[in-house]
T-cell receptor, first 110, second 114 residues
Framework: DAMVIQNPRYQVTQFGKPVTLSCSQT?????MYWYQQKSSQAPKLLFH???????NEADTPDNFQSRRPNTSFCFLDIRSPGLGDAAMYLC?????????FGQGTRLTVV | QKEVEQNSGPLSVPEGAIASLNCTYS??????FFWYRQYSGKSPELIMF????GDKEDGRFTAQLNKASQYVSLLIRDSQPSDSATYLC??????????????FGQGTILTVHP
Protein backbone atom coordinates (compact mmCIF):
# COMPACT_ATOMS: atom_id res chain seq x y z
CA ASP A 1 0.00 0.00 0.00
CA ALA A 2 1.23 3.46 -0.88
CA MET A 3 2.32 5.34 2.24
CA VAL A 4 3.09 8.74 0.72
CA ILE A 5 0.47 9.71 -1.82
CA GLN A 6 0.69 12.66 -4.16
CA ASN A 7 -2.13 14.07 -6.21
CA PRO A 8 -2.42 14.53 -9.04
CA ARG A 9 0.23 12.41 -10.79
CA TYR A 10 0.22 14.77 -13.76
CA GLN A 11 -0.79 18.42 -13.71
CA VAL A 12 -0.98 20.79 -16.64
CA THR A 13 -1.41 24.44 -15.82
CA GLN A 14 -1.37 27.66 -17.75
CA PHE A 15 1.43 30.18 -17.44
CA GLY A 16 0.61 32.38 -14.44
CA LYS A 17 -2.37 30.35 -13.22
CA PRO A 18 -2.07 29.31 -9.57
CA VAL A 19 -1.77 25.60 -8.93
CA THR A 20 -1.78 23.45 -5.78
CA LEU A 21 -0.15 20.06 -5.41
CA SER A 22 -1.09 17.81 -2.53
CA CYS A 23 0.58 15.13 -0.48
CA SER A 24 -0.73 12.82 2.21
CA GLN A 25 1.01 10.22 4.36
CA THR A 26 -0.09 7.29 6.46
CA UNK A 27 3.28 6.86 8.22
CA UNK A 28 2.66 9.48 10.94
CA UNK A 29 6.14 10.86 10.27
CA UNK A 30 6.80 14.25 11.75
CA UNK A 31 9.07 15.51 8.96
CA MET A 32 7.69 16.27 5.50
CA TYR A 33 9.59 17.66 2.52
CA TRP A 34 8.90 19.16 -0.86
CA TYR A 35 11.55 18.67 -3.53
CA GLN A 36 11.70 19.92 -7.09
CA GLN A 37 13.44 17.73 -9.64
CA LYS A 38 14.14 18.81 -13.19
CA SER A 39 15.24 16.43 -15.91
CA SER A 40 18.64 14.82 -15.25
CA GLN A 41 19.15 16.91 -12.11
CA ALA A 42 19.28 16.14 -8.41
CA PRO A 43 16.17 16.71 -6.32
CA LYS A 44 16.30 20.23 -4.91
CA LEU A 45 14.79 20.89 -1.49
CA LEU A 46 12.17 23.64 -1.46
CA PHE A 47 10.72 23.35 2.05
CA HIS A 48 10.55 21.03 4.96
CA UNK A 49 8.44 20.77 8.11
CA UNK A 50 9.33 19.31 11.45
CA UNK A 51 5.82 18.92 12.83
CA UNK A 52 4.42 22.39 12.20
CA UNK A 53 7.82 24.07 12.31
CA UNK A 54 8.28 25.37 8.77
CA UNK A 55 11.72 25.65 7.14
CA ASN A 56 12.15 27.51 3.89
CA GLU A 57 15.31 27.04 1.84
CA ALA A 58 17.07 30.35 1.19
CA ASP A 59 16.92 29.98 -2.58
CA THR A 60 13.31 28.83 -2.84
CA PRO A 61 11.49 31.42 -4.98
CA ASP A 62 8.76 33.50 -3.32
CA ASN A 63 6.42 32.12 -5.95
CA PHE A 64 6.38 28.84 -4.00
CA GLN A 65 4.52 28.43 -0.74
CA SER A 66 3.53 25.51 1.41
CA ARG A 67 0.92 24.57 4.01
CA ARG A 68 0.75 21.71 6.44
CA PRO A 69 -2.65 21.75 8.18
CA ASN A 70 -2.01 18.52 10.08
CA THR A 71 0.49 15.66 10.35
CA SER A 72 -0.97 13.76 7.41
CA PHE A 73 -1.30 16.43 4.76
CA CYS A 74 0.98 18.92 3.06
CA PHE A 75 0.37 21.24 0.11
CA LEU A 76 2.63 23.03 -2.34
CA ASP A 77 1.19 26.23 -3.84
CA ILE A 78 2.74 27.82 -6.90
CA ARG A 79 1.22 31.28 -7.15
CA SER A 80 2.21 32.21 -10.70
CA PRO A 81 3.82 29.28 -12.51
CA GLY A 82 6.39 30.09 -15.13
CA LEU A 83 7.80 27.87 -17.84
CA GLY A 84 10.86 27.30 -15.66
CA ASP A 85 8.71 25.73 -12.96
CA ALA A 86 7.93 22.71 -15.11
CA ALA A 87 9.39 19.78 -13.19
CA MET A 88 8.65 16.73 -11.10
CA TYR A 89 7.57 17.73 -7.60
CA LEU A 90 8.36 15.17 -4.96
CA CYS A 91 6.86 14.95 -1.50
CA UNK A 92 8.68 12.87 1.09
CA UNK A 93 8.39 12.02 4.77
CA UNK A 94 10.97 11.10 7.35
CA UNK A 95 11.19 10.11 10.98
CA UNK A 96 14.87 9.43 11.54
CA UNK A 97 16.66 10.85 8.51
CA UNK A 98 15.91 8.69 5.52
CA UNK A 99 13.21 10.16 3.32
CA UNK A 100 10.43 8.09 1.75
CA PHE A 101 9.05 9.59 -1.42
CA GLY A 102 5.64 9.69 -2.97
CA GLN A 103 5.26 8.92 -6.64
CA GLY A 104 5.63 12.57 -7.59
CA THR A 105 3.57 15.07 -9.55
CA ARG A 106 4.78 15.94 -13.03
CA LEU A 107 3.93 19.62 -13.63
CA THR A 108 3.68 20.98 -17.16
CA VAL A 109 3.27 24.72 -17.74
CA VAL A 110 1.75 25.77 -21.05
CA GLN B 1 26.94 25.53 0.60
CA LYS B 2 26.74 21.82 1.30
CA GLU B 3 27.78 19.77 -1.71
CA VAL B 4 27.39 16.15 -2.63
CA GLU B 5 29.34 14.93 -5.64
CA GLN B 6 28.95 11.63 -7.45
CA ASN B 7 31.10 10.04 -10.15
CA SER B 8 29.67 11.38 -13.34
CA GLY B 9 29.00 8.18 -15.23
CA PRO B 10 27.22 6.86 -17.05
CA LEU B 11 28.45 3.53 -15.77
CA SER B 12 27.98 0.42 -17.86
CA VAL B 13 28.64 -3.07 -16.50
CA PRO B 14 27.88 -6.56 -17.80
CA GLU B 15 25.26 -8.69 -16.11
CA GLY B 16 26.72 -10.51 -13.11
CA ALA B 17 29.52 -7.99 -12.53
CA ILE B 18 30.03 -5.69 -9.55
CA ALA B 19 28.93 -2.10 -10.01
CA SER B 20 30.72 0.49 -7.88
CA LEU B 21 29.17 3.89 -7.27
CA ASN B 22 30.98 6.66 -5.42
CA CYS B 23 30.02 9.82 -3.60
CA THR B 24 31.88 12.55 -1.70
CA TYR B 25 30.41 15.24 0.52
CA SER B 26 31.63 18.57 1.77
CA UNK B 27 29.99 18.97 5.19
CA UNK B 28 31.99 17.22 7.92
CA UNK B 29 28.99 17.54 10.24
CA UNK B 30 26.91 15.20 8.12
CA UNK B 31 25.33 12.45 10.18
CA UNK B 32 23.53 10.12 7.82
CA PHE B 33 24.07 8.77 4.35
CA PHE B 34 21.62 7.25 1.92
CA TRP B 35 21.49 5.64 -1.48
CA TYR B 36 18.40 5.95 -3.61
CA ARG B 37 17.53 4.26 -6.87
CA GLN B 38 15.45 6.18 -9.39
CA TYR B 39 14.00 4.65 -12.52
CA SER B 40 13.24 6.99 -15.40
CA GLY B 41 10.08 9.01 -14.75
CA LYS B 42 9.67 7.57 -11.24
CA SER B 43 10.40 8.88 -7.77
CA PRO B 44 13.52 7.93 -5.78
CA GLU B 45 13.38 4.69 -3.81
CA LEU B 46 15.48 4.26 -0.67
CA ILE B 47 17.71 1.20 -0.95
CA MET B 48 20.42 1.65 1.68
CA PHE B 49 21.34 3.88 4.59
CA UNK B 50 24.46 4.01 6.74
CA UNK B 51 25.36 6.06 9.78
CA UNK B 52 28.68 4.60 11.02
CA UNK B 53 32.08 4.13 9.45
CA GLY B 54 32.59 0.78 7.77
CA ASP B 55 30.49 -1.50 5.64
CA LYS B 56 26.81 -2.34 5.72
CA GLU B 57 25.45 -5.18 3.64
CA ASP B 58 21.88 -5.86 2.54
CA GLY B 59 21.47 -8.63 0.01
CA ARG B 60 23.41 -7.73 -3.14
CA PHE B 61 24.05 -4.18 -1.91
CA THR B 62 26.93 -2.99 0.27
CA ALA B 63 27.28 0.59 1.45
CA GLN B 64 30.67 1.79 2.64
CA LEU B 65 31.29 4.93 4.68
CA ASN B 66 34.56 6.68 5.49
CA LYS B 67 33.86 9.87 7.42
CA ALA B 68 37.52 10.86 7.61
CA SER B 69 37.68 10.90 3.81
CA GLN B 70 34.10 12.19 3.50
CA TYR B 71 33.38 9.36 1.14
CA VAL B 72 30.50 6.94 0.75
CA SER B 73 30.10 4.23 -1.84
CA LEU B 74 27.61 1.62 -2.99
CA LEU B 75 28.57 -1.77 -4.39
CA ILE B 76 26.04 -3.84 -6.28
CA ARG B 77 27.07 -7.47 -6.63
CA ASP B 78 25.76 -9.81 -9.33
CA SER B 79 24.32 -6.84 -11.23
CA GLN B 80 21.07 -7.47 -13.07
CA PRO B 81 19.50 -5.58 -15.99
CA SER B 82 16.74 -4.55 -13.56
CA ASP B 83 19.40 -2.62 -11.61
CA SER B 84 19.70 -0.21 -14.54
CA ALA B 85 18.65 3.15 -13.11
CA THR B 86 19.99 6.42 -11.74
CA TYR B 87 21.54 6.07 -8.30
CA LEU B 88 21.35 9.11 -6.04
CA CYS B 89 23.57 9.66 -3.04
CA UNK B 90 21.99 11.74 -0.28
CA UNK B 91 23.58 13.17 2.84
CA UNK B 92 21.62 14.16 5.92
CA UNK B 93 22.23 16.49 8.83
CA UNK B 94 19.82 14.83 11.25
CA UNK B 95 20.45 16.04 14.76
CA UNK B 96 20.90 19.69 13.89
CA UNK B 97 18.24 22.38 13.87
CA UNK B 98 17.32 21.43 10.30
CA UNK B 99 16.31 17.97 11.36
CA UNK B 100 16.78 15.33 8.72
CA UNK B 101 17.38 17.68 5.80
CA UNK B 102 18.79 15.73 2.86
CA UNK B 103 21.11 17.06 0.17
CA PHE B 104 21.30 14.97 -2.99
CA GLY B 105 24.07 14.38 -5.47
CA GLN B 106 23.37 14.70 -9.17
CA GLY B 107 23.11 10.95 -9.63
CA THR B 108 25.00 8.28 -11.56
CA ILE B 109 23.29 6.47 -14.40
CA LEU B 110 23.97 2.75 -14.26
CA THR B 111 23.32 0.44 -17.21
CA VAL B 112 23.63 -3.31 -16.79
CA HIS B 113 23.79 -5.02 -20.16
CA PRO B 114 22.98 -8.71 -20.69
Amino acid sequence: DAMVIQNPRYQVTQFGKPVTLSCSQTLNHNVMYWYQQKSSQAPKLLFHYYDKDFNNEADTPDNFQSRRPNTSFCFLDIRSPGLGDAAMYLCATSRLGGAFFGQGTRLTVV
Amino acid sequence: QKEVEQNSGPLSVPEGAIASLNCTYSDRGSQSFFWYRQYSGKSPELIMFIYSNGDKEDGRFTAQLNKASQYVSLLIRDSQPSDSATYLCAVGDAGGTSYGKLTFGQGTILTVHP
